[in-house]
């Protein structure tokens, strides 16, 4: 996660992402390619999505949001037979 985090959303070079992680660059290169046999998909390509990721970790990391998601979820569970449709 690291790796994709500073990769992928934050836009750091391999290099300066072994420096942040103090690994060799091979050790990032290995886990993109991880990422990519994962994913399907470039590690490149979730670059241009950087800015759409972003606001979607701010907002799971804003104040309340994962409150709002539980009240959600309670909100949504029948009590019981009554309950239901």
């Not at 799971?60 to 959600?72: F, L, N, T, V, W």
């Not at 949504?76 to 037979?81: A, E, I, T």
């Amino acid at each position: 996660m690291t790796v994709f985090r500073l990769y992928c959303i934050e836009g750091l070079s391999a290099d300066q992402v072994a420096a942040k992680c103090r690994c060799a660059k091979g050790t990032v290169m290995s886990r993109l390619r991880f990422i990519e046999q994962v994913t399907h998909t470039k590690p490149e390509q979730f670059r241009a999505m950087s800015g759409h990721l972003q606001r979607i970790a701010d907002d799971y990391d804003s104040s309340g949001a994962r409150e709002i998601y539980r009240r959600g979820l309670a909100q949504s569970v029948p009590d019981g037979p009554e309950d239901e449709d």
